[in-house]
């Protein structure tokens, strides 16, 4: 049996103790069965108002070859190894489909998203990956401990997109706080986007700073503050 599409007359009611009803809406009928998964097309007589309507079964998604259990454990997997080739192995998959079951993980989690939860603390950082300068920002909430979304490069305009996209606008006018580092695309974005927000470097880039400025006794080249 396929797990990716059933093809049946989207209304054709379906009851082997009514076979009169057959050619009949289901909305005229209540309770009786209206759809039928098949490996192969089921042609049975149409309904005379929507014609034959190709529907996703309910256990996966389209254009996907896994149930949404199996992807929910490979999705598991992922997460105790924490390696994408190491998890490959155990799943028996591709790099591309672990690729794509991560994608749809991705959007499934998107889609659940609660636009009116409330988050006071929020922090904005920046994570490098791959080879090189290549940067990612991110954007988590402090409170709850968790990612809230993503978006590639560090930029001012990046870092903007990142709040606006991510958060509704009634989420934006509760934030009291951002985490963030000393960097000024990510403080611009902020200010202009959450301009009540109260901004809160972390501890590490404010004593990194001191020191680099000479600010506080032992700094660079081990040489004390002026008096």
Same mark, same amino acid.
């Given at each position: 049996?396929?797990?990716t599409?059933?093809?049946?007359?989207?209304?054709?009611?379906?009851?082997?103790?009514?076979?009169?009803?057959t050619?009949?809406?289901? #909305?005229?009928? %209540?309770?009786?069965?209206?759809? $039928?998964?098949?490996?192969?097309?089921?042609? +049975?007589? *149409?309904? @005379?108002? !929507?014609g034959?309507?190709?529907?996703?079964?309910?256990?996966?998604?389209?254009?996907?070859?896994?149930?949404?259990?199996?992807?929910?454990?490979?999705?598991?997997?992922?997460?105790?190894?924490?390696?994408?080739?190491?998890?490959?192995?155990?799943? #028996?998959?591709? %790099?591309?489909?672990?690729?794509? $079951?991560?994608?749809?993980?991705v959007?499934r +989690?998107l *889609?659940? @998203?609660? !636009?009116?939860?409330?988050?006071?603390?929020l922090?904005?950082?920046?994570?490098?990956?791959?080879?090189?300068?290549?940067?990612?920002?991110?954007?988590?909430d402090?409170?709850?401990?968790?990612?809230?979304?993503?978006?590639?490069?560090?930029?001012?305009e990046?870092?903007?997109?990142?709040?606006?996209?991510?958060?509704?606008?009634?989420?934006?006018?509760?934030? *009291?706080?951002?985490?963030m580092?000393?960097?000024?695309?990510?403080?611009?974005?902020?200010?202009?986007?959450?301009?009540?927000?109260?901004?809160?470097?972390?501890r590490?880039?404010?004593?990194?700073?001191?020191?680099?400025?000479?600010?506080?006794?032992?700094?660079?080249?081990?040489?004390?503050?002026?008096?």
């Amino acid at each position: 049996m396929s797990p990716t599409t059933s093809i049946r007359p989207l209304c054709c009611v379906l009851n082997a103790g009514r076979p009169g009803l057959t050619t009949i809406c289901a #909305r005229n009928a %209540p309770g009786a069965i209206s759809i $039928v998964a098949s490996s192969r097309p089921s042609w +049975g007589p *149409a309904c @005379r108002t !929507h014609g034959v309507k190709t529907i996703a079964a309910p256990w996966c998604e389209p254009h996907s070859r896994f149930t949404l259990a199996f992807e929910c454990f490979a999705i598991a997997v992922l997460s105790a190894t924490g390696v994408q080739a190491k998890a490959a192995r155990l799943l #028996r998959l591709s %790099p591309t489909q672990v690729q794509e $079951v991560m994608a749809r993980a991705v959007v499934r +989690g998107l *889609a659940r @998203r609660d !636009h009116e939860r409330h988050l006071p603390h929020l922090s904005l950082d920046e994570k490098s990956f791959q080879q090189g300068h290549h940067y990612i920002s991110v954007l988590g909430d402090s409170v709850g401990k968790g990612v809230l979304d993503v978006v590639e490069g560090r930029p001012f305009e990046a870092a903007k997109s990142l709040l606006q996209t991510s958060l509704s606008l009634a989420q934006r006018e509760q934030v *009291a706080s951002v985490s963030m580092d000393m960097w000024p695309a990510f403080a611009g974005a902020k200010e202009q986007v959450l301009p009540q927000a109260q901004t809160v470097h972390d501890r590490f880039p404010i004593a990194q700073y001191l020191v680099s400025h000479r600010a506080v006794p032992g700094g660079c080249g081990g040489q004390d503050a002026p008096g």
